[in-house]
Structure formats: structure tokens, C-alpha cells
């Protein structure tokens, strides 16, 4: 079986601009600066954004934050549970 890597839906699984979006771990929290959670109002709202490799790419309150700043770096949201 062959597969045709032209075809659109071929793209939705190799495209480089997707970007994860799921709710940060406590212990991810551990590791940070403790003046980076300065300004959280609420840290249960915090929310990684990540890349095909597991890279945080950013760490942001709120899951509509989220995917309002993935979309404004141009890149597709995908929420993972």
C-alpha cells in the first residue's frame, strides 16, 4: 500500500505549524522561576503549548489564551487530554 503525500489529509498529519495545547502538570511548575508565577491568578489555568517533538513552547493562563496565541503565531491549535 502506498500512500499519496500530495493529498490535503496527508498534510494534516505532517504539518509543521501544529502546536499541542494541554493543561500544565503540577510538577512541570516545580522547575520554573518563581517570579514566572508572579502574575497567575490562577495556576490549575495554565496551559502548555508544545510542538510535534514535546517541546514547550510557551506556558500560557487559560486554554482560550492558548489557542488565541497559537493562532496568532500562525500555528494550528490541537488540545490533548
Same mark, same amino acid.
Given at each position: 500500500? !502506498? !500512500?499519496?503525500?500530495?493529498?490535503?489529509?496527508? @498534510?494534516?498529519?505532517?504539518? @509543521?505549524?501544529?502546536?499541542?495545547?494541554?493543561?500544565?502538570?503540577? @510538577?512541570?511548575?516545580?522547575?520554573?522561576?518563581?517570579?514566572?508565577?508572579? !502574575?497567575?491568578?490562577?495556576?490549575?489555568?495554565?496551559?502548555?503549548?508544545?510542538?510535534?517533538?514535546?517541546?514547550?513552547?510557551?506556558?500560557?493562563?487559560?486554554?482560550?489564551?492558548?489557542?488565541?496565541?497559537?493562532?496568532?503565531?500562525?500555528?494550528?491549535?490541537?488540545?490533548?487530554?
Amino acid at each position: 500500500m !502506498t !500512500t499519496d503525500l500530495q493529498h490535503p489529509a496527508a @498534510k494534516l498529519f505532517s504539518a @509543521k505549524d501544529l502546536v499541542y495545547i494541554r493543561r500544565i502538570a503540577d @510538577k512541570e511548575l516545580d522547575g520554573l522561576p518563581p517570579e514566572a508565577l508572579d !502574575t497567575v491568578e490562577d495556576r490549575d489555568a495554565l496551559f502548555v503549548l508544545a510542538n510535534g517533538e514535546g517541546e514547550q513552547l510557551a506556558i500560557v493562563e487559560g486554554r482560550d489564551a492558548a489557542f488565541a496565541a497559537a493562532r496568532a503565531h500562525e500555528m494550528r491549535p490541537v488540545s490533548v487530554h
